[in-house]
């Protein structure tokens, strides 16, 4: 007789074997807070205490001086041993979840890829939170800093139970968070930065707040590839303006010369910034822009 086993998934948002390959990365800032005798973001003020927090895979470049051989032994599996220091680094996670957001699983890929950049915080004993902004007016939902394995219960459920909806624009949200937060690290903002906002200033207060900025552009298929003819009424999902076009073919041209300035603008500013950017397509698989586009551009390990 055949039997199978059904094994527990951990999270919705993506199965066990993406968490179990999420679990051995780390994140790679370019501001350099790392002490490589450890493998761990640490303060750039240096400093650290002896205490034992932690265990995580070991991967290519960190220090074997710090595998657990008692575990080795037992398992043959290397384990690295962390430990706590003066000031961990934080990660902050802004997931966009205004209504621009909901369409062709933009926001979904938004909360995925929250997560895996959250996990690979959290398994590093650096301090994870995240927010999540969709009406103006309305606070912003926050899961507080974390850190630890034991912790991603936490944030797969707050991440998991977003809603999207609203017309929050993502300038408007990063003041939010600041008001909020404190302490040095990276900010990973998810969003499709479709907002007629000026982003000069929150990026500036971004970077003077000691925060490097990971902005990952969230388009769908049909922001990236639209096909269109005749004559269309275009509203705007989030303030429910209105615009009529005729021979909307002859203008897309004049879209694609937009949406490339406006990605080449937002790269601009981040790079001023000491941070990064990239555009992804939410058809992608998330598998894909993991574990090669964001290890390619450098942005983890």
């Known amino acids: ?60 470049g960190d220090d074997v001086r710090n595998v657990d051989w008692n ?24 997931v966009d979840a205004s209504s621009s957001m909901m369409f062709e699983g933009k926001l979904d ?5 929250a997560a895996a950049l959250g996990i690979m915080g959290l398994m590093n004993i650096e301090r994870v939170s995240a927010y999540s902004c969709n009406h103006v007016g309305a606070e912003p939902t926050v899961l507080s800093p974390c850190t630890g394995r034991a912790s991603m219960k936490r944030l797969f459920d707050f991440l998991e139970n977003i809603e999207g909806g609203g017309n929050f624009p993502i300038e408007e949200a990063v003041d939010a968070v600041l008001k909020r937060h404190r302490g040095r690290g990276i900010i990973v903002l998810l969003s499709d930065f479709l907002t007629l906002g000026d982003l000069h200033k929150p990026l500036n207060l971004l970077f003077s707040s000691g925060l490097e900025i990971f902005a990952l552009q969230i388009l769908s298929p049909v922001e990236l590839y639209p096909e ?74």
């Open 109 to 113: 890929r938004a909360r995925q890829l």
């Open 228 to 301: 269109v003819t005749g004559d269309l009424r275009f509203v705007d999902s989030e303030s429910g303006d209105t615009l009529d076009i005729s021979s909307a073919g002859e203008l897309l041209g004049i879209y694609h010369e937009h949406r490339e300035a406006l990605a080449e603008e937002l790269s601009l500013m981040c790079r001023q910034r000491a941070g990064r950017f990239l555009s992804i397509n939410s058809a992608d698989s998330l598998e894909e822009t993991l574990f090669d586009l964001l290890m390619r551009r450098g942005w983890v390990v």
């Open 1 to 60: 007789m055949e039997t199978t086993t059904n094994t527990k998934q951990f999270t919705s948002l993506f199965d066990n074997k993406v968490l179990s390959r999420i679990e051995r990365m780390r994140l790679n800032p370019t501001r350099r807070l790392t002490n490589r005798s450890r493998g761990e973001h640490v303060s750039g003020k240096g400093g650290s205490s002896t205490d034992f927090v932690d265990y995580r895979n070991y991967v290519a």
């Open 71 to 94: 575990i080795f032994s037992r398992l043959h599996k290397p384990y690295l041993k962390l430990f706590s220091h003066e000031e961990e680094m934080h990660v902050v996670l802004l």
